[in-house]
């Protein structure tokens, strides 16, 4: 059972023009939405986390956008660069579970390619 | 600091055969974990561990054993390797769990099983 769905698996996307990438959850006790960004041939890097306290988090040309009622989360990556060209990873996780029940969930992941 | 190290990078096994996946951190971090990656199947948890002598099993820990006897190392080692198993491995930590700090993953370790 896939509780962190993300959309679209793939995306390509002009340079200086808007990524937006979509990430729907169940669980309503999730707390911590993180994003990932990860080059071809390297893990994974924390990109930018919101909590469900705040509607909206940016940190330079990212941007995350938070719908607590609707539970979707959304990385928005404004002036895209080709050097934004990576797989991107969503996840959930409700920090205030206990024990063997704290776990982080991750999405499947969006590969972006941005044209030069 | 040299963060998550992970070796070998590559490596080719035969069906049969047994491995392991060397993993070091040098960042003090009470929490390692093991991921797999594999086409349109995200990350996948293998097997984690909360600190030294204290290890889990994830989500997909099925053909494969890990022991946590400091706090730098956490060996992954595949038993009888099977193609299945072929995929690109993670080894990762964060200060406390990954549920709600900083993961630092390392570069990968890709594997092929033949």
């Known amino acids: 059972q896939q509780q962190v769905k993300q959309s679209p698996q793939s995306l390509i996307v002009q340079k200086g023009g808007i990524s937006i990438i979509n990430c729907a959850y169940e669980?309503?006790?999730?707390?911590?939405f993180p994003w990932y960004q990860q080059f071809p041939g390297k893990g994974p890097a924390l990109l930018i986390a919101i909590r469900p306290d705040v509607s909206e988090k940016k940190e330079g040309r990212f941007t995350i956008s938070f719908n607590k009622s609707a539970k979707q989360f959304s990385l928005h990556i404004m002036d895209s660069q080709p050097g934004d060209s990576a797989t991107y990873f969503c996840?959930?996780?409700?920090?205030?579970?206990?024990?063997?029940?704290?776990?982080?969930?991750w999405g499947l992941g969006t590969s972006l390619a941005v044209n030069p | 600091n040299a963060g998550v190290t992970q070796t070998p990078k590559f490596q080719v096994l035969k069906t049969g055969q047994s491995m392991t996946l060397q993993c070091a951190q040098d960042?003090?971090?009470?929490?390692m974990s093991w991921y797999r990656q594999d086409p349109g199947m995200g990350l996948r948890l293998i097997h984690y561990?909360?600190?030294?002598?204290?290890?889990d099993q994830g989500e997909v820990p099925n053909g494969y054993n890990v022991s946590r006897s400091t706090t730098e190392d956490f060996p992954l080692r595949l038993l009888s390797a099977a193609p299945s198993q072929t995929s690109v491995y993670f080894c990762?930590?964060?200060?406390?769990?990954?549920?709600?700090?900083?993961?630092?993953f390392g570069e990968g370790s890709w594997l092929t099983v033949v």
């Open positions: 561990s909360v600190g030294a002598g204290i290890t």
């Open positions: 990762a930590s964060s200060l406390r769990g990954d549920w709600g700090n900083t993961i630092y």
């Open positions: 960042m003090n971090h009470e929490y």
């Open positions: 669980n309503t006790a999730f707390d911590y």
């Open positions: 996840a959930a996780s409700n920090l205030q579970d206990a024990g063997n029940n704290r776990k982080l969930i």
